[in-house]
């Protein structure tokens, strides 16, 4: 007589029936990625169920132009589509993808976009090589198949803000350096300046030139004596003209002036 299966023996059965299920349900589309930042000429071989994806970003003012060609095997679909649609075409709960027809075409062994493809706006899109029955009206997905693909990237250079930078940084260092280059000859002015006025204000300080009074006569001769001698300076020159003193003849800075 065989024994009923214990609660945990019956558990195990049940999730083990799961993880098949699931299995089974994942090897209907067994698909391959592959981003793109520049242009893409090889083969590509899709085994039954099979898919490869070709992610590329694309800015505005970018261009793609896509070649497929069967080299064996049955036909295939090939699709076009935003990123976003990709999601949902890889979602094997979901029951409608969008694709753009224009750049699409199903049970197909040889494509080639008629136009280039300029995107509206900027962001990631997909070319997707479909070798599963994913709709009603595409390839069957039955055999294995051998195709090139030839994706031509045509990519806008981006703008070289790095050399808008260092420009810039040229612009601010010479600019520094130029006021750098005055500001030293200023400070080398005042100091210049500040070392003659040191200079003027030393000479000053020079003692008088007492000069006697010629109505007085020589010391010694006979009658009254003349004034007591004080100190004068000589009349202004040609010279005066530079001296920043105001001329007085009594001045210690006239009495002394080096300018003469």
Not at 61 to 81: A, E, N, R
Not at 139 to 152: E, H, P, R
Not at 182 to 199: P, V
Request: charge should be neutral; include cysteine.
């Amino acid at each position: 007589m065989a024994h009923p299966m214990s609660r945990r023996q019956s558990i195990a059965y049940v999730c083990g029936i799961l993880v098949l299920l699931v299995c089974v349900q994942g090897v209907g589309a067994l698909g391959y990625e592959k981003k793109l930042g520049s242009s893409y000429n090889s083969d590509v071989q899709l085994q039954p169920g099979d898919y490869q994806a070709f992610i590329v970003h694309l800015e505005s003012g970018d261009k793609m132009i896509l070649t497929v060609q069967v080299g064996s095997g049955d036909d295939i679909d090939v699709y076009t589509m935003t990123f976003k649609e990709y999601q949902s075409y890889k979602d094997p709960t979901s029951v409608q993808f969008r694709i753009l027809p224009e750049f699409s075409k199903e049970r197909m062994k040889y494509l080639k976009y008629s136009s280039d493809f300029a995107p509206g706006e900027a962001g990631d899109y997909v070319v997707v090589l479909d070798n599963t029955q994913k709709t009603a009206s595409g390839a069957t997905g039955s055999g294995v198949v051998l195709a090139s693909v030839i994706l031509d990237l045509r990519l806008q250079s981006p703008f070289p803000w790095w050399i808008v930078a260092l420009v810039i940084v040229i612009a601010v260092g010479a600019a520094l350096g130029v006021w750098a280059f005055f500001w030293r000859r200023s400070k080398a002015s005042e100091i210049e300046e500040a070392d003659l006025q040191r200079k003027r204000v030393e000479a000053a300080k020079i003692r008088p030139i007492f000069i006697q009074n010629p109505q007085a006569g020589p010391p010694g001769a006979p009658g009254a004596p003349g004034p007591a001698p004080s100190a004068m300076a000589p009349p202004p020159s040609s010279t005066c003209k530079s001296c920043p003193h105001v001329y007085d003849p009594t001045s210690a800075n006239c009495i002394a002036c080096e300018y003469r």
